[in-house]
């Protein structure tokens, strides 16, 4: 067993996933976990900040476009360049971090310009992550999504990039992992469900593995990424 | 400062929709003449939306008690009780008028004001469910309405983050002018903390949180009373835009308060805005309020009393404190972002006494706004006469040519709007936030996981106005039949339910007819069903000069799955290989049917005869057959029958990423071979089991006097029945493969959302 | 090519809660003089050249139509 | 008061959903000769009036850092 991972889950106004984010690590995976509010200060003791999805102050704007002014991401560099921690953004929570400029790239709105929620089938294209490393590579994950803005878009150059240094964490694909227009949901570039930063300690996705952790839900996929994470921590 | 003593005249009066008889029933109350201020809080009042004055003497019939019943009809929501410390609160509410005039904004406003009646009683909505009825599809008036209105209940509900996780949609010509959005919120609320909207305590100050007070909807009840006409479609004021931000912040906000018992009584500010809000909340509690307007945090220029205190702006809500709790109670709105502002206070006279720079502009008695045995309240005694088109209604079943070619009559109804699949709608809707949605859309019911406790809910909302229209009585029976039905589906027993009226204009006697036979039919069966009325809301004028909408009484049905093991079902078949039972008996009913409409065109009855013994003993199989793990799968016998609903098993379980599985059946019997298919007999499900535990599931039917028929096993990829009759010559063969009916089921309605 | 400028604002007295959102975050970033924000929509179209008279009409027309919802917002525009 | 007038609009090169979606709904009502829609924000902003350079230095400000994502769009305003 050993020591519990610390986890915080930063609550902005309009953040709607945060007590699923809690649930899934302290209820579920038995870890330590607690709500940041937004305008605290004090992230240092965390190990892992999870920013949950929902619509930060109403979605308005765009998705993440305030969230990013707030207090606590005063600290969020400093926080992220530290040796040991890191950050998960998950759906809205993937936006703040775009639009914080902590990952490349912008979401913009799904290719139907309507709000999809659904189970949807990710491929793990990088396994030798923090985040993956418990799932085999090329593993299908069933993992629903829920959002309207989750077209990822990058440039040429930000996309190649991700591609030559293996930041790519998820990739739409349907059932039996081929990657196929009619996959991405969302019109997302290169099928792209989640990302990673160079140093490889942030991760945003727009799947919510916090609601694939039971299979009275649908599926249990999600938890191989928070085991990752606390497999890789408890390691280092 | 505005004159508001203007004449009354026939003009002003008719524009506020009063009654010569009620005007000078005001004259009475006041001993003087109103003022144009006080003229317009009689009107909203006394409007149909808030004063219920048709409907109230029928409304009585409804059973409104029992074991479970910790809050009935009264509140802003009524309340179960789970046996645990926990209570389940929940309310439905139409928002139709606003919908057909901006379907966006009105779908997603219908969706904040029913969020607000829950969380006001201190409830954590859990669930949003949603009723719809729309014209033609082929049109594009109805394309527009729909698309409207998905978009408008997502964009809401969503950002709230409440899952919205079922529903209904339902299509016919009847609702062409006027389609109907109906929306229900389920809450959890800790029963020590349950609030009510009582300003109790003279001195007490009355404070206003949430939106800012635009010009938005002045009017709104009295709108909302009156029929669609051309005229009233251009008085677009009437339309509020809807900030479901702001309904996310006052949530967490009215629960923190609530929480840290902060507040007295705390009351949403709906029709009727600050009137209706701080005049029922003054009732409750045998007080009154004064409001100072000028205190009243406005969003325009120069608004006047009359304008502030009509005006429906969304997003707002009225709360009563201990005094000296007032600066707990804004530093907790200040951490949301929000302010609270004291605009009054609770009085010992029971009077509804405004302000406006330092004069009194409105001193009302609050019981002449509020209470319906006030004997000046305009309570209406309206009679109803049977309508003429009632007489020759029924088809006899032998002019009813059988179809030669049923495939494709299976093949025409699964795409067909009202049995089509409705996945680009629920799609739209976030269905899994909170984590406790277990059945997801496209099951009879949803159901909904109680985390750290041996509880599940599930719920349904039904409604077959077209089984109304063609018998009033039997229709609101069956709304409320279907429902339960769909509940216990899922393994549970049915607890209580609210309802929405969706009817036309009442003073119309044969439309009072339809309302009051109805609401006998749905109390008729809610008493033998053991599930009281909680909560509900009538919407009346739902018609337009053409025509009136069928009378639809819309059913939100809420049960309990209780027990460590947790133990549900869901409609589709889960493996291959297991056994296919019909629970229920099969009868010569095609009257009132989809079929009927669809392949014959008719809309005729007679409506499926209901046997309320029946129906118990069917719900209490499945329940039980669920509980000791034996059936694995149950769907009831709707819209479409028999055939329709074993397509469904098959394929619905699809949409979730699980395999579509199809079915070899064999009927016998020697009825007509479409109403054995497509008749739509009521009190039956489809459920499969293992073989091996096929004996006990027959014990159990008997034991409920059921008949049990093994019909047939799960498997393959194609759904054949073969129809067996004595005489060979009759026999028939259905053999359908899986893909294709199901790219039919979803073409139906999923390419117009 | 023609292109026209299209606005779409809410009407006078129309609740717009995304400006109001803005503004208080802008008011919270330190931006103390921001007294209003309300956000419309800016659109953008080409389309082919021709009778100036006739496209004004096609404009408008689209606007009405589609662009704006007359319930809420109203709208202007010009070509170049 | 002052009144600034904010454009924000996609760089080109991002394929920007909303305005494909305006523009094939265009062609199917008919409107066969549009060729092209963008669909961008405008934004009005109300302001305290003050010193005109310090005005335009604080909206130029406001769009880099919160109205326009830069990564995607661009901006451009008049001062009133
Ligand atoms: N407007 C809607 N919103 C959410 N779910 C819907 C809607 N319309 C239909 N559904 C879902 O589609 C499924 C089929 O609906 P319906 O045919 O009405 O079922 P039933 O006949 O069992 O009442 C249900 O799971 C229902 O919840
Ligand atoms: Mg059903």
């Given at each position: 067993m050993g020591k519990k991972i610390k986890f915080g889950v930063v609550v902005f106004p309009g953040s709607n996933c945060d007590a699923d984010c809690l649930w899934a690590v302290r209820d579920i995976l038995n870890q330590d976990a607690e709500f940041?509010?937004?305008?605290?200060?004090?992230?240092?003791?965390?190990?892992?900040?999870?920013?949950?999805?929902?619509?930060?102050?109403?979605?308005?704007?765009?998705?993440?476009?305030?969230?990013?002014?707030?207090?606590?991401?005063?600290?969020?560099?400093?926080?992220?360049?530290?040796?040991?921690?890191?950050?998960?953004?998950?759906?809205?929570?993937?936006?703040?971090?775009?639009?914080?400029?902590?990952?490349?790239?912008?979401?913009?709105?799904?290719?139907?310009?309507?709000?999809?929620?659904?189970?949807?089938?990710?491929?793990?294209?990088?396994?030798?992550?923090?985040?993956?490393?418990?799932?085999?590579?090329?593993?299908?994950?069933?993992?629903?999504?829920?959002?309207?803005?989750?077209?990822?878009?990058?440039?040429?150059?930000?996309?190649?990039?991700?591609?030559?240094?293996?930041?790519?964490?998820?990739?739409?694909?349907?059932?039996?992992?081929?990657?196929?227009?009619?996959?991405?949901?969302?019109?997302?570039?290169?099928?792209?469900?989640?990302?990673?930063?160079?140093?490889?300690?942030?991760?945003?996705?727009?799947?919510?593995?916090?609601?694939?952790?039971?299979?009275?839900?649908?599926?249990?996929?999600?938890?191989?990424?928070?085991?990752?994470?606390?497999?890789?921590?408890?390691?280092? | 400062m505005q004159n508001y003593n203007v004449e009354i005249t026939d003009e002003i009066l008719k524009e506020h929709n009063l009654k010569k008889e009620e005007y000078e029933n005001i004259l009475k109350i006041l001993g003087r003449k109103p003022n144009i201020v006080e003229l317009g809080v009689f009107s909203a009042m006394w409007s149909e939306h808030c004063s219920y004055k048709h409907s109230k003497p029928v409304l009585k019939k409804f059973p409104t008690k029992g074991k479970y019943v910790l809050q009935g009809p009264g509140e802003n929501a009524g309340i179960i009780d789970t046996g645990f410390d926990i209570g389940v609160a929940f309310k439905i509410e139409s928002h139709n008028h606003p919908s057909s005039v901006e379907p966006f904004q009105g779908a997603a406003t219908g969706v904040g004001g029913i969020l607000r009646d829950i969380f006001t009683m201190g409830a954590r909505p859990v669930a949003i469910l949603d009723s719809l009825r729309f014209g033609n599809l082929n049109t594009f008036k109805t394309q527009h309405l729909l698309k409207g209105v998905v978009s408008g209940i997502a964009f809401y509900g969503n950002c709230v983050g409440v899952p919205t996780v079922a529903g209904e949609t339902f299509f016919e010509d009847a609702y062409q002018d006027n389609c109907l959005v109906n929306a229900m919120t389920i809450g959890i609320v800790n029963k020590k903390k349950i609030k009510k909207g009582i300003a109790k305590g003279p001195g007490n100050p009355v404070m206003y949180i949430g939106a800012l007070t635009g010009r938005d909807g002045i009017?709104?009840?009295?709108?909302?009373?009156?029929?669609?006409?051309?005229?009233?479609?251009?008085?677009?004021?009437?339309?509020?835009?809807?900030?479901?931000?702001?309904?996310?912040?006052?949530?967490?906000?009215?629960?923190?308060?609530?929480?840290?018992?902060?507040?007295?009584?705390?009351?949403?500010?709906?029709?009727?805005?600050?009137?209706?809000?701080?005049?029922?909340?003054?009732?409750?509690?045998?007080?009154?309020?004064?409001?100072?307007?000028?205190?009243?945090?406005?969003?325009?220029?120069?608004?006047?009393?009359?304008?502030?205190?009509?005006?429906?702006?969304?997003?707002?809500?009225?709360?009563?404190?201990?005094?000296?709790?007032?600066?707990?109670?804004?530093?907790?709105?200040?951490?949301?972002g929000l302010h609270a502002v004291k605009i009054g206070r609770v009085i010992k006279e029971q009077q509804f006494r405004i302000y406006e720079k330092?004069?009194?502009?409105?001193?009302?008695?609050?019981?002449?706004?509020?209470?319906?045995?006030?004997?000046?309240?305009?309570?209406?005694?309206?009679?109803?006469?049977?309508?003429?088109?009632?007489?020759?209604?029924?088809?006899?079943?032998?002019?009813?040519?059988?179809?030669?070619?049923?495939?494709?009559?299976?093949?025409?109804?699964?795409?067909?709007?009202?049995?089509?699949?409705?996945?680009?709608?629920?799609?739209?809707?976030?269905?899994?936030?909170?984590?406790?949605?277990?059945?997801l859309p496209g099951s009879d019911s949803a159901v909904i996981n109680i985390k750290d406790k041996d509880l599940m809910i599930a719920t349904s909302v039904d409604g077959n106005g077209r089984y109304v229209y063609l018998d009033p009585f039997l229709g609101g029976m069956a709304a409320v039949v279907e429902a339960a039905r769909n509940v216990s589906m899922s393994g549970a027993q049915p607890v209580a339910f609210t309802n929405c009226l969706n009817f036309g204009n009442p003073e119309d006697p044969?439309?009072?007819?339809?309302?009051?036979?109805?609401?006998?039919?749905?109390?008729?069966?809610?008493?033998?069903?053991?599930?009281?009325?909680?909560?509900?809301?009538?919407?009346?004028?739902?018609?337009?000069?053409?025509?009136?909408?069928?009378?639809?009484?819309?059913v939100g049905m809420v049960g309990y799955i209780k027990g460590k093991n947790k133990r549900y079902a869901k409609q589709y078949f889960k493996n291959e290989g297991d056994i296919i039972v019909l629970l229920g008996e099969i009868k010569e009913e095609i009257g009132a049917s989809e079929y009927l409409k669809e392949i014959h065109n008719l809309i005729k009855g007679p409506v499926p005869a209901i046997d309320l013994k029946r129906e118990i003993n069917l719900q209490k199989t499945c329940v039980e057959g669920i509980k000791k793990e034996i059936i694995i799968s149950a769907h009831d016998i709707s819209k479409g029958g028999l055939a329709i609903a074993l397509v469904e098993c098959c394929i619905s379980g699809s949409l979730h990423g699980n395999k579509a599985i199809?079915?070899?059946?064999?009927?016998?019997?020697?009825?007509?071979?479409?109403?054995?298919?497509?008749?739509?007999?009521?009190?039956?499900?489809?459920?499969?089991?293992?073989?091996?535990?096929?004996?006990?599931?027959?014990?159990?039917?008997?034991?409920?006097?059921?008949?049990?028929?093994?019909?047939?096993?799960?498997?393959?990829?194609?759904?054949?029945?073969?129809?067996?009759?004595?005489?060979?010559?009759?026999?028939?063969?259905?053999?359908?493969d899986i893909d294709e009916i199901k790219k039919l089921w979803m073409s139906g309605v999923n390419e117009y959302v | 090519m023609a292109k026209a400028k299209v606005y779409v604002t809410f009407k006078d007295g129309v609740l717009e809660p995304q400006g109001k959102t803005v503004n208080a975050a802008l008011l919270k970033m330190g931006y103390k003089n921001i007294k209003d924000v309300r956000i419309g929509k800016f659109i953008e179209i080409e389309i082919e050249n021709g009778d100036k008279k006739k496209i004004k009409k096609e404009i408008d027309e689209i606007c009405d139509r589609l662009l704006a919802n007359p319930n809420i917002e109203k709208y202007d525009f010009e070509i170049e």
């Open positions: 940041i509010w937004h305008e605290s200060k004090n992230i240092k003791k965390y190990d892992c900040l999870i920013f949950p999805g929902g619509f930060s102050y109403g979605d308005y704007l765009r998705s993440g476009a305030i969230a990013r002014f707030s207090k606590v991401m005063e600290s969020i560099n400093e926080f992220a360049n530290k040796k040991n921690k890191f950050i998960i953004g998950i759906c809205n929570g993937f936006q703040i971090l775009l639009e914080a400029g902590l990952l490349p790239g912008t979401m913009l709105h799904n290719k139907n310009l309507k709000f999809i929620c659904e189970y949807v089938n990710v491929i793990v294209e990088n396994n030798e992550t923090p985040f993956t490393n418990k799932c085999e590579k090329g593993q299908v994950l069933k993992i629903p999504v829920a959002h309207g803005e989750g077209n990822y878009f990058c440039d040429e150059r930000t996309l190649n990039t991700l591609i030559a240094t293996e930041k790519i964490a998820f990739r739409y694909c349907d059932i039996n992992g081929n990657i196929t227009d009619e996959a991405n949901i969302n019109g997302s570039v290169y099928n792209i469900a989640g990302i990673m930063n160079t140093k490889e300690n942030i991760l945003g996705m727009m799947p919510h593995p916090e609601r694939a952790m039971i299979k009275d839900l649908g599926s249990e996929d999600g938890k191989l990424i928070w085991e990752s994470l606390i497999n890789y921590i408890k390691k280092s | 009017h709104g009840a009295s709108f909302a009373s009156a029929e669609l006409t051309e005229e009233n479609q251009k008085r677009r004021s009437s339309v509020q835009v809807a900030d479901p931000f702001m309904e996310k912040l006052l949530l967490e906000a009215t629960l923190e308060l609530i929480d840290k018992n902060l507040i007295i009584g705390i009351q949403d500010m709906g029709a009727a805005g600050l009137t209706s809000s701080s005049s029922e909340m003054a009732y409750r509690a045998g007080t009154g309020v004064e409001i100072d307007i000028d205190k009243v945090p406005k969003r325009e220029l120069n608004m006047n009393a009359y304008e502030v205190l009509l005006s429906e702006s969304q997003e707002r809500m009225l709360l009563v404190c201990k005094k000296g709790n007032e600066k707990k109670v804004e530093k907790i709105l200040k951490k949301w330092g004069k009194i502009v409105a001193d009302i008695p609050v019981r002449a706004l509020t209470d319906s045995n006030y004997k000046y309240f305009p309570l209406k005694k309206q009679k109803g006469v049977k309508p003429a088109y009632l007489k020759d209604i029924n088809i006899k079943i032998d002019d009813i040519k059988i179809p030669e070619d049923l495939e494709s009559v299976l093949k025409k109804l699964i795409s067909s709007p009202n049995i089509a699949c409705k996945s680009n709608i629920w799609r739209q809707y976030d269905h899994m936030v909170q984590t406790n949605t277990f059945t044969e439309i009072f007819y339809q309302f009051k036979k109805a609401v006998e039919g749905m109390a008729y069966a809610a008493k033998k069903l053991n599930t009281p009325v909680i909560s509900g809301n009538v919407s009346f004028y739902n018609e337009s000069p053409e025509n009136a909408i069928y009378p639809t009484p819309v199809g079915a070899y059946i064999e009927l016998q019997s020697d009825i007509r071979v479409d109403a054995l298919l497509f008749g739509e007999t009521q009190s039956r499900a489809i459920v499969t089991v293992k073989r091996e535990n096929l004996l006990k599931l027959k014990r159990i039917a008997s034991k409920n006097k059921i008949i049990a028929t093994e019909i047939g096993k799960t498997g393959g990829n194609r759904l054949i029945i073969n129809i067996d009759w004595a005489s060979k010559k009759y026999s028939k063969k259905l053999n359908i | -």
